[in-house]
Each structure stands twice: as C-alpha cells, then as structure tokens.
C-alpha cells in the first residue's frame, strides 16, 4: 500500500445534526426563561423565606460543593473519556492500516475468495481483538465480502456514510498525496459500544474494513462514573458537616444575641450578652451590652422620676382632701344661706362655691388617675341590669329630660357598676356639654360583648382632635385652656373600660354628631381574677377600696373633655 496521507472523521453526520438540535432547544428554553427573570427571583425569595438561617447557610453550602464537586467530576470524567477513546482507537487504526498493508500487497490483482479470508484470518489475529471484513473484485469479476467473524461483521453492519467516504477518489495534489484515506466511526450494536473503521489500498488491492468493542472501555469509563460519584457524595456530605461547624461558630452567638433582645424586650433590663474573642461578632455583643446598660440606667432615671410624681401628685391629693372637706362644708353653708345674703356678695359666694366643687372633682380625678398608674384600681364585680343602670346614672344626674335610652330589660352583665356608672356619666355629660341634646344611649349585645353607644346631634368632634379625644388634660381648643373640664374624664372612663377588658372608640357620626361606643365583656370574673393574681405576686394583698370616683358628687361625672 503506498501513500502516507491517511486522515480520519470524527462522528457522524447525524450525531452531529442532534448536537445541533439540543443546543437549538436550549437556547430557546434559556430565551423563555429569560423572559420572566422576575418571577422566578420573586419564587426564589419567597422560597428562601421559609427556611431558617441554618438551614439556608447549609444549601449554599451543599450548593456551592455540589457545584464545584460536579464540575470537577465532568471535566475529569470527559477528559479521561476522551483519552481512553483516542488511545484505544489510535492504537487500533494504527495497527490495522499497517495490516492491511502488510497482509494485502502479497495478494493478486484478481485474488479468489479463500485467499480474501485467509488474509482477513491473518488480520484479525491481532493484539487489538478487532474483527477485519475484506472486500474486492475476484476472477470471475464476482466481488467477495471475506469476514473474519461472518456471525458478527457482514456489510450491513457498516454504515452507509462510512463507506460513502471510503470509496471516494479524492485529487491528488500538494495538499493531498494519497487518493483514498482511513476513515472511522462509533456505532452500538446489540446495547454495545464499536469502533468501526475503514480503507481502501492505495494504489490498487481490496477494501478492508475493521470492528472493533469499546465495552472494556465503557466498563472502565463506567467505574471511573461510579468513583467521581462517591466522590461528589462525599464532598456533598463534608461540605454539609462544614455548612453546620460554621453555622455554630457563626449563628450561635447571633442565637443568644437574638434571645438577649428578647428577653430585654420582655423588660429584662439586667440581660447582658458573655463576650469571648475580638471579632465582629464580639464587638456586636460589646455594643449590645452597652446599649443595654445604657437603656437600664435610662429606665431606672424615667422610673424614679415616674414613681417620684406619682408620689407627688397621690401625696398632694391627700393632703388637699382635709381643707378641701373644711372648706366644702363652709360652701354648703354659704350656698344654703345665699337667699339671704347681701347681692353684692352673693355673687362672690356663688362663684366660690362653683369653683370648691370644681377643685374638689379635681382632686377626685388625680387620686383616680393616680389608682391606675399604681396598679391599686380594682374590680368589685356583680350581676347589673344595664337598662336600670344606664336609667340610674342618668336620673342621678337630673338627664332625663334630654337623654333618650334606647335599652331593653333584662341585658343583664357581670361587671363594676361603680366603675360602670362613671363610664356612663363621663361619656352622656360630654355629649350633653359638647354635642347638646337631644342624646341618644342605645344598649345592645354582641355575642359575649356589651354594646353601648352615646350619640349627640352637635358639630362632631374635627379630624385632628379625633386622635388625642382619650389623652389626659387633652383640649380641644388652646384658646381656652380654662374650661369647665380638667381633661380627665374621657381618659379616666378610658381606663375603667380597660379595666374591664373593653374598650370606648369616638367616631363622627354620617347623620351628624359624635358617637362614641363603649364595649365590656358580659362576664368579667376572669379578667377581675386574673388582675387579683397579679395584685398577690406584687405583694400589695389585693386590697380594694371603694373610694369615690366622678359621678359620686354632686355636679361630677360630666366630660373633663373640651371640645370646639
């Protein structure tokens, strides 16, 4: 055979035109997903979302190994692939172009079919275990298809495109010395892996084509899979266990960090964070103890001077009642006897007696106030009929005339009809003083909940006062900072729906006028039990009293609110 110009083929036509398609197909997945980039960031964070720290610290880890490991393992597992496939096949093709050589040049121009096969015999024993098909015209101008294995390697096994390739005369020139070349191919008969091969002697002689298995080589390839697997696993596994170190060594101190907060939001001043090591997290907790410190010292000042005015104002209240008791029994006098005074000094007198009920609600009020901010007001609970007490409080009051109850018999709720009563005469003196009649007071139930709702027909109460209505000393208009009402009223009727479990909202009403809607439990045993319990825990004893509170008086229980 002579020439020395042999060249080879890669893969086959088809192969490549499937390559062709999947990467088609990929980049049109990629555009669809590229369409919508925004949507999967948002399923992404809404996903991440659901996972705590630790667990997220350990996917991105595992993520970032498997990543890595899985890269790592395809770019060895191609590389060994592609160096075991081209030494097997350079070693076989090698070796048969020098047989074919060498076992064809003795045969004939014409040779017959038994010298064909005993030439592909002596070609197929070989130390590459590959089978040889020869093939060239005879003596009876018949052509002879000799195979070393007729069971294995026939023509048909060959594939078209490869002979296509083998049977074509190329230009001999500069660029190309020999007319015929060595082609190959990788084909899979029967679920195994061949290497066919192929030839024609330059020069003149047969075409000989070769067979060879790959199965050694994908068993080899198929262990090298399995080890770059387990490998992958256990970098999986050991990226895992280092996810969970770090997740130690980092979000443990973020844990007590957090369970700090918690407590000192809880009110646990005292709560300070154990600080080992100079790193950053070291200087978080740092930071976190002195701001705690800082935050107990501020406590304890706001606290001192809190308990200081209540002292203060608890203290100066007592110490008013006794002149004030002396000096409202004179008034009575003096009111009693205004007939016959002078009516140059009548007008004084009335004006003191006026201004001695008004200090003396006054003082009422602060020791009210001063019950709640101590924690001391409790609840004396019993079965009321709100229609009767709604009719009582509104009789005591001489209201009748410009009240309208809207309330039937028989709506019968465990509470403090005191504390009730108060609530009452608070909310119907502010809509008779601010709202003017005629007032409505309507008494439902809703559910295991006591409805009442004060209606008025005045102007309504204007948006920016509507927030502050329940403030203390809150008045409407700065103008007349010395109204009637102290600005206690709607705060203290406030803190006895409160005490009660319930609650009073202000509204305007469409019709016109302010409604304001008072809401208790039925049934405040529970809430007054539970408030007992805290009273024990405190020390105090549970004590209760029965002082009186506005309303008791004469001329108290109305609106401590002004409003324009």
């Given at each position: 055979?002579?020439?020395?110009?042999?060249?080879?083929?890669?893969?086959?036509?088809?192969?490549?035109?499937?390559?062709?398609?999947?990467?088609?197909?990929?980049?049109?997945?990629?555009?669809?997903?590229?369409?919508?980039?925004?949507?999967?960031?948002?399923?992404?964070?809404?996903?991440?979302?659901?996972?705590?720290?630790?667990?997220?610290?350990?996917l991105?880890?595992?993520?970032?190994?498997?990543t890595?490991?899985?890269?790592?393992?395809?770019?060895?597992?191609?590389?060994?692939?592609?160096?075991?496939l081209?030494?097997?096949?350079?070693?076989?093709l090698?070796?048969?172009r020098?047989?074919?050589?060498?076992?064809?040049?003795?045969?004939?121009?014409?040779?017959?079919?038994?010298e064909?096969?005993?030439?592909?015999?002596?070609?197929?024993?070989?130390?590459?275990?590959?089978?040889?098909?020869?093939?060239?015209?005879?003596?009876?101008?018949?052509?002879?298809?000799?195979?070393?294995?007729?069971?294995?390697?026939?023509?048909?096994?060959?594939?078209?495109?490869?002979?296509?390739?083998?049977?074509?005369?190329?230009?001999?020139?500069?660029?190309?010395?020999?007319?015929?070349?060595?082609?190959w191919?990788?084909?899979?008969?029967?679920?195994?892996?061949?290497?066919?091969?192929?030839?024609?002697?330059?020069?003149?002689?047969?075409?000989?084509?070769?067979?060879?298995?790959?199965?050694?080589?994908?068993?080899?390839?198929?262990?090298?899979?399995?080890?770059?697997?387990?490998?992958t696993?256990?970098?999986?596994?050991?990226?895992?266990?280092?996810?969970?170190?770090?997740?130690?060594?980092?979000?443990?101190?973020?844990?007590?960090?957090?369970?700090?907060?918690?407590?000192?939001?809880?009110?646990?001043?005292?709560?300070?964070?154990?600080?080992?090591?100079s790193d950053?997290?070291?200087?978080?907790?740092?930071?976190?103890?002195?701001?705690?410190?800082?935050?107990?010292?501020?406590?304890?000042?706001?606290?001192a001077?809190?308990?200081?005015?209540?002292?203060?104002?608890a203290?100066?209240?007592?110490?008013?009642?006794?002149?004030?008791?002396?000096?409202?029994?004179?008034?009575?006098?003096?009111?009693?006897?205004?007939?016959?005074?002078?009516?140059?000094?009548?007008?004084?007198?009335?004006?003191?007696?006026?201004?001695?009920?008004?200090l003396?609600?006054?003082?009422?009020?602060?020791?009210?106030?001063?019950?709640?901010?101590?924690?001391?007001?409790?609840?004396?609970?019993?079965?009321?009929?709100?229609?009767?007490?709604?009719?009582?409080?509104?009789?005591a009051?001489?209201?009748?005339?410009?009240?309208?109850?809207?309330?039937?018999?028989?709506?019968?709720?465990?509470?403090?009809?005191?504390?009730?009563?108060?609530?009452?005469?608070?909310?119907?003196?502010?809509a008779?003083?601010?709202?003017?009649?005629?007032?409505?007071?309507?008494?439902?139930?809703?559910?295991?909940?006591?409805?009442?709702k004060?209606?008025?027909?005045?102007?309504?109460?204007?948006?920016?006062?509507l927030?502050?209505?329940?403030?203390?000393?809150?008045?409407?208009?700065?103008?007349?900072?010395?109204?009637?009402?102290?600005?206690?009223?709607?705060?203290?009727?406030?803190?006895?729906?409160?005490?009660?479990?319930?609650?009073?909202?202000?509204?305007?009403?469409?019709?016109?006028?302010?409604?304001?809607?008072?809401?208790?439990?039925?049934?405040?045993?529970r809430?007054?039990?539970?408030?007992?319990?805290?009273?024990?825990?405190?020390?105090?004893?549970?004590?209760?009293?029965?002082?009186?509170?506005?309303?008791?008086?004469?001329?108290?229980?109305?609106?401590?609110?002004?409003?324009?």
């Amino acid at each position: 055979m002579s020439g020395t110009g042999w060249t080879r083929h890669s893969e086959q036509r088809g192969e490549q035109c499937g390559a062709r398609r999947a990467r088609g197909r990929r980049r049109t997945e990629l555009s669809a997903v590229s369409d919508e980039p925004g949507r999967a960031r948002g399923w992404a964070a809404g996903l991440l979302r659901w996972f705590s720290l630790r667990l997220r610290l350990m996917l991105v880890f595992g993520l970032v190994a498997l990543t890595a490991a899985v890269s790592a393992s395809a770019i060895a597992y191609w590389l060994n692939r592609d160096a075991v496939l081209t030494r097997t096949q350079d070693a076989a093709l090698d070796e048969f172009r020098k047989s074919l050589k060498d076992d064809t040049d003795p045969l004939p121009s014409l040779p017959t079919c038994s010298e064909l096969r005993e030439a592909a015999g002596r070609m197929a024993d070989n130390t590459q275990k590959y089978e040889v098909l020869l093939i060239t015209r005879t003596k009876d101008a018949g052509s002879c298809p000799a195979a070393s294995d007729k069971g294995l390697f026939t023509l048909d096994v060959v594939p078209s495109s490869l002979r296509r390739a083998v049977d074509q005369r190329r230009q001999v020139d500069k660029g190309n010395t020999a007319p015929y070349h060595l082609y190959w191919q990788r084909i899979t008969l029967g679920g195994t892996p061949y290497l066919v091969g192929g030839a024609k002697v330059n020069g003149g002689g047969p075409t000989g084509y070769m067979l060879k298995s790959l199965d050694t080589e994908r068993q080899d390839l198929n262990s090298l899979a399995w080890s770059l697997g387990i490998a992958t696993g256990l970098a999986l596994i050991g990226a895992a266990l280092l996810a969970q170190a770090a997740a130690a060594t980092v979000l443990r101190p973020v844990q007590r960090l957090g369970e700090a907060a918690h407590r000192l939001g809880e009110g646990h001043l005292d709560t300070r964070l154990r600080v080992s090591g100079s790193d950053e997290l070291a200087n978080l907790s740092h930071t976190f103890n002195r701001a705690a410190e800082r935050l107990q010292k501020r406590v304890a000042e706001l606290s001192a001077r809190e308990a200081s005015s209540r002292r203060f104002v608890a203290d100066m209240s007592h110490e008013l009642r006794t002149p004030l008791t002396a000096i409202t029994a004179v008034t009575e006098v003096l009111e009693e006897e205004a007939d016959s005074l002078d009516p140059m000094i009548a007008p004084a007198v009335q004006l003191v007696v006026s201004e001695t009920r008004r200090l003396n609600d006054l003082v009422e009020n602060l020791m009210e106030v001063t019950r709640f901010d101590a924690g001391t007001a409790r609840l004396v609970l019993d079965d009321v009929d709100v229609a009767d007490q709604v009719t009582a409080c509104v009789d005591a009051r001489a209201w009748l005339d410009a009240v309208e109850l809207d309330a039937a018999r028989g709506i019968v709720a465990r509470l403090d009809p005191r504390r009730l009563d108060v609530i009452l005469a608070n909310l119907i003196g502010n809509a008779l003083k601010h709202g003017g009649s005629p007032v409505r007071v309507s008494v439902r139930t809703d559910g295991d909940e006591l409805l009442i709702k004060v209606r008025d027909h005045g102007p309504g109460i204007p948006g920016d006062v509507l927030p502050h209505v329940f403030d203390r000393f809150y008045k409407a208009s700065a103008s007349r900072p010395r109204s009637e009402g102290s600005g206690l009223g709607l705060s203290i009727a406030m803190e006895n729906a409160h005490i009660h479990g319930g609650d009073i909202s202000a509204a305007n009403s469409p019709e016109g006028g302010a409604v304001f809607t008072l809401r208790l439990p039925m049934d405040t045993s529970r809430i007054a039990s539970d408030g007992a319990e805290d009273e024990d825990e405190r020390g105090d004893g549970g004590a209760r009293r029965r002082d009186p509170g506005p309303g008791r008086s004469k001329g108290t229980g109305r609106n401590e609110e002004d409003r324009p």
